[in-house]
């Protein structure tokens, strides 16, 4: 089978089904809720009632899944009416089809598809592969179980979700899992513990705990952004993390986005703890008249945000209940609205470079289902995108339906260490929110005019970014940014004062040293402060005391040279300026 997307999605579709057929054979009494494609894979959820599945059922059902491939079954497709496929789910239990034919006949259908592969039929709207013996030996694994709600509901009951892998080839399938398993080795989560950057705990379940080198870090990456963001005219402003019902009605979130958001009262009156900056910056926007020859007005906020996330989804960094965005939001007239989405494309794609990101994916992200503001605004916001990565000469590819809820954006899916794509950066154009909050300025003329604001997050969130970064790096961040940039190794008791002098001149000129004077061999200290990823590791004995010279170790380097300290501490603060 050849490995065009599409035809890849039809063969992990069928697979789908296939694993689906197989699990039936195994417990017979299950029910079948559904079993999308996704990314390298698919998924089936079911309900076992009281029976009990594990991971080491994956043999077992991977044996039958070969059964079903080797004896060839035709994929036979049916249409049936409606009413038919409730009276017959009904008569089978099914109640998690017969819930979906139910919504289904609510919008109008009147016939629906089921796909027969042997003695398994399922609802299934297709396509698939024309037989079960169009699989490739060794393609395809079953790699996971999970707990998942039905239709994501946390009121739902919680059902059994299988995950399997497909690729095209055998070999593809190996190439994945080698990956796969170089990322569990690089796992943030893991790394993260190793290095004492952060801890999660069941007291703030999706809310990340900081420790002091993971603060280093995530101000490093602050201060960067910051002096970033100085040099392209950013004004910074701090908003509250709390703010009145009206603000969100205002801003469409109450009826848009109010499944992803806390609330509070005080004082009898509705509150919402922020889950984006946004109206805030209108609001501050608003606090003066704005003439034409002040535009663009540029805002950034290092802006902490709450969104409500179901904990089945809540994965260490990636996914959190609490983040800080590098946001930043735009507002300029519709003649400068072209150079303002360039300022940040070009913005977006430097800083990705300085971080090892060279290789990206960029999208334009269109209007979805819940939306604020008029087609008029949407078509013109999203051709202000396109006209841009044209005239820049960048591929894009268009998600459908996945823009916010206020305007279309820009999306930077950026490839790792490891050749996984991260999606990043936003751009977002919106002429809907300044309009709402009666956000003006006066134009050349005299009259007063609506800004268009841009919103423009480039790290995204940072805890997020942060995670990615552990993963990228392997944990081996570069100079700049690790928390400890040099260890400092005696090697005797009657070398400790030295090297306390020693971390003493390297704290005077900003360098963030660490010292091992512990009682163990240098043999010892060195594995320790490998472990830990430093990237510099100086020995001191009695050589270096009486000398101007250090015994220099750099990481993933087994040798060590002998280096003049002025001339070591001057290296090494021109590399951390520059960010090497």
């Known amino acids: 089978m050849s490995n065009k997307k599409i035809d890849l999605e039809i063969y992990r579709h069928s697979l789908s089904h296939i694993m689906a057929a197989a699990v039936k054979k195994l417990w017979p009494k299950i029910k079948f809720a559904i079993g999308p494609v996704i990314e390298n894979g698919f998924y089936y959820d079911f309900d076992f009632g009281g029976a009990k599945i594990n991971d080491s059922d994956f043999e077992k059902i991977e044996k039958e899944m070969e059964k079903i491939i080797r004896a060839d079954y035709k994929f036979k497709k049916s249409a049936v009416k409606i009413a038919e496929a409730i009276k017959k789910e009904k008569k089978e239990g099914q109640i998690y089809k017969v819930e979906l034919l139910v919504g289904l006949k609510k919008e109008g259908k009147q016939e629906v598809s089921y796909y027969e592969l042997e003695n398994f039929i399922d609802l299934c709207r297709g396509p698939h592969i024309e037989s079960s013996a169009k699989i490739s030996a060794g393609s395809y694994k079953i790699i996971k179980l999970a707990g998942a709600y039905w239709r994501g509901n946390e009121k739902n009951k919680m059902l059994t979700r299988i995950y399997g892998i497909a690729f095209g080839s055998k070999e593809e399938l190996a190439e994945y899992l080698k990956i796969a398993a170089e990322a569990e080795k690089r796992d943030h989560r893991k790394i993260g513990k190793e290095l004492d950057l952060f801890s999660l705990h069941d007291e703030g379940i999706g809310f990340p705990f900081w420790h002091p080198n993971g603060m280093v870090i995530f101000n490093e990456l602050t201060d960067y952004i910051r002096e970033e963001n100085r040099k392209r005219g950013y004004g910074e402003v701090k908003t509250p993390a709390i703010l009145r019902k009206d603000l969100w009605v205002t801003s469409g979130h109450w009826d848009k986005f109010k499944e992803n958001m806390y609330f509070t009262e005080i004082e009898g009156l509705e509150y919402s703890v922020k889950p984006m900056n946004c109206p805030g910056g209108v609001l501050i926007y608003n606090e003066k008249i704005h003439s034409y020859r002040d535009l663009p007005i540029r ?145 050349n003329k005299g009259n007063k005019n609506t800004p268009v604001m841009v919103h423009r997050a480039i790290l995204g969130s940072l805890e997020r970014f942060i995670g990615i970064l552990i993963e990228h790096y392997a944990g081996a961040f570069p100079l700049w940014l690790a928390p400890t940039q040099i260890e400092i190794l005696s090697v005797g008791e009657s070398h400790i004062d030295f090297c306390k002098k020693l971390a003493e001149e390297f704290k005077n000129n900003n360098i963030r040293s660490e010292i091992d004077c512990g009682n163990e061999t240098v043999g010892n200290k060195i594995r320790k402060a490998v472990a830990k990823k430093t990237p510099y590791i100086l020995v001191v004995g009695d050589k270096e005391i009486n000398s101007d010279k250090l015994a220099v170790r750099e990481r993933g380097s087994k040798e060590t040279r002998e280096i003049i300290k002025n001339e070591f501490i001057a290296d090494l603060k021109k590399k951390i300026k520059n960010k090497e």
């Open 299 to 443: 805002y950034s906020e290092f802006g902490y945000v709450h969104r409500h996330e179901l904990s089945g989804v809540l994965h260490g960094l990636f996914r959190v209940r609490a983040f800080t965005q590098d946001d930043a939001h735009s507002f300029c007239a519709p003649e400068q609205l072209n150079n303002e989405i360039i300022e940040m494309v070009d913005y977006a794609i430097a800083i990705y470079s300085a971080f090892g990101f060279d290789e990206y994916e960029i999208f334009i992200a269109t209007k979805p289902e819940k939306y604020i503001g008029d087609e008029n605004a949407w078509e013109k916001a999203t051709e202000a995108l396109k006209k841009v990565l044209e005239q820049k000469n960048l591929n894009y590819k268009i998600k459908e339906g996945e823009g916010a809820f206020y305007g279309p954006k820009i999306e930077f899916n950026v490839k790792d260490a490891l050749r996984r794509n991260w999606q990043l950066g936003t751009i977002q154009v919106d002429f809907s929110m300044p309009a709402r909050f009666g956000a003006d300025y006066i134009d």
